[in-house]
């Protein structure tokens, strides 16, 4: 596709239910990531993976986060139980070379999950 | 730890009036600099980015960067803002790893 795109745009939901966030990202690209963005922060790294595997999955804050990217294109985001405190924008960026520095990455528009 | 800081939560400015929005970020061997601009309910776009070479970086609309290695920062600029830059720029930093580590963002506001 043209960009990064994420769906749903918005996900409200009730606490402890189950969501999944999705990721398209730029035909090509290698590299993904899952950043998550609270209100009034910067965005926080979750995960990034190089093609199918993650690389460094070092952000996920706990064990009720979870991201798989089967066959090296889209990514789902998986949250379980979900709490008031996960609500954020979730953003997902792709770039075309894995670990390439110097390589912009580009970021889709964001999921935005309310947790009620 | 790597970290960036971004001292200044919001900056109102009058259009055509010049800007600078400062970004300081934690001393390291290595620091690859980057600036962002997020426009309301829109994902983040890359500003301008300093790998190595020359310390003023310039980007897209107008805006530049000047990498002080002795200062430890990189401070974004613009000579004469427009009210279409009113946005939220964020500044980030990448290092050994390929994550982006960001502030916590600065809300330039234009008015006429």
């Known amino acids: 596709g043209a960009g990064v795109s994420q769906t749903p745009s918005n996900k409200v939901t009730e606490k402890g239910k189950y969501v999944e966030l999705r990721c398209d990202p730029i035909?090509?690209?290698?590299?993904l990531y899952w950043y998550r963005q609270s209100l009034g922060q910067g965005p926080e790294f979750l995960i990034y993976?190089?093609?199918?595997?993650?690389?460094?999955d070092s952000g996920l804050p706990n064990d009720r986060f979870f991201a798989v990217r089967p066959e090296g294109s889209v990514s789902t985001l998986k949250i379980q139980r979900t709490e008031r405190g996960d609500s954020a924008v979730y953003l997902c960026?792709?770039?075309?070379?894995?670990?390439?520095?110097?390589?912009?990455?580009?970021f889709g528009q964001g999921t935005r999950l309310t947790v009620v | 730890a790597q970290s960036v800081t971004q001292l200044d939560s919001q900056v109102p400015v009058f259009e055509e009036a010049p800007v600078e929005l400062r970004c300081n970020y934690s001393?390291?061997?290595?620091?690859?600099l980057f600036w962002y601009v997020q426009y309301p309910n829109q994902g983040l776009q890359l500003l301008l980015k300093?790998?190595?070479?020359?310390?003023l970086v310039k980007g897209i609309n107008g805006f530049e960067a000047e990498f002080n290695k002795s200062q430890t920062s990189f401070h974004l600029r613009k000579p004469s803002v427009h009210i279409s830059d009113t946005a939220e720029y964020f500044c980030?930093?990448?290092?050994?790893?390929?994550?982006?580590?960001f502030g916590t963002g600065t809300r330039l506001q234009v008015t006429l």
């Open positions: 300093y790998l190595s070479g020359s310390t």
């Open positions: 993976f190089q093609g199918t595997g993650a690389a460094d």
């Open positions: 001393s390291s061997v290595s620091v690859y």
């Open positions: 035909s090509g690209h290698t590299a």
């Open positions: 980030a930093r990448t290092g050994t790893a390929s994550k982006l580590t």
């Open positions: 960026a792709s770039s075309p070379t894995p670990g390439a520095l110097n390589t912009e990455a580009f």
